[in-house]
Antibody, heavy 122, light 109 residues
């Protein structure tokens, strides 16, 4: 069964850091682009970042650029999001999502994790 | 950035109704492919992919869901609304980064 399982969320003070992880199983991880999408409480979906299958190319939303770093370890079938300089408006459920067909991130997201909650508050 | 808008923002419908949701992109997201996808999200759950490339039905999704459109204007249609279809629906463009989502359309009773 294809599965994504996020972890690493929690409560952090403004200016702090967190690293999210997404453990993948049931598919050839390195063959697919992976992404992070977040959803603030009561709000819609916001794409955060994507990474190509081999991890060579990375892409960021303006809100994440310079503060967040996406990476992957294909030997561990794990996706990461290092989040620094966190702000209150980063409070959200963070989902990892698998690209549907290729290692190229220009694709639909066909498998989603259950999400991990990040709360930025003093 | 490509802005995605959806209409209506919410709608009330009954079981068996035909429902159409419209999504408009601020610029064309069509070349050799149509770079729009549709997702369904229920409260407290992760989104679920319904339609990709404007009109291709994701595996396992009931055939009452369909998508159409080209250029900047796209639609998601539910031919006969079922109780499990009450949810929020989002369109998303995968043509270029940032991969923007529409604001969502909430379908309720």
């Amino acid at each position: 069964e294809v599965q994504l399982l996020e972890s690493g969320g929690g409560l952090v003070q403004p200016g702090g850091s967190l690293r999210l992880s997404c453990a993948a199983s049931g598919f050839t991880f390195s063959s697919y682009a992976m992404s992070w999408v977040r959803q603030a409480p009561g709000k819609g979906l916001e794409w955060v970042s994507s990474i190509s299958g081999r991890g060579i190319s990375t892409y960021y939303a303006a809100s994440a650029k310079g503060r967040f770093t996406i990476s992957r370890d294909n030997s561990k079938n794990t996706l990461y999001l290092q989040m620094n300089s966190l702000r209150a408006d980063d409070t959200a459920v963070y989902y990892c999502a698998k690209g549907r067909e290729t290692p190229n991130p220009y694709d639909a997201f066909d498998i989603w994790g259950q999400g991990t909650v990040v709360t930025v508050s003093s | 950035d490509i802005q995605m808008t959806q209409s209506p923002s919410s709608l009330s419908a009954s079981v068996g109704d035909r429902v159409t949701i419209t999504c408009r992109a601020s610029q064309s997201i069509t070349n050799f492919l149509k770079w729009i996808n549709w997702y369904q999200q229920k409260p407290g759950k992760a989104p679920k992919l319904l339609i990709y490339s404007a009109s291709s039905l994701q595996s396992g999704v009931p055939s009452r869901f369909s998508g159409s459109g080209s250029g900047t204007d796209f639609t998601l249609t539910i031919s006969s609304l079922q109780p499990e279809d009450f949810a929020t629906y989002y369109c998303q463009q995968s043509y270029t980064t940032p991969f923007t989502f529409g604001p969502g359309t909430k379908v309720d009773i």
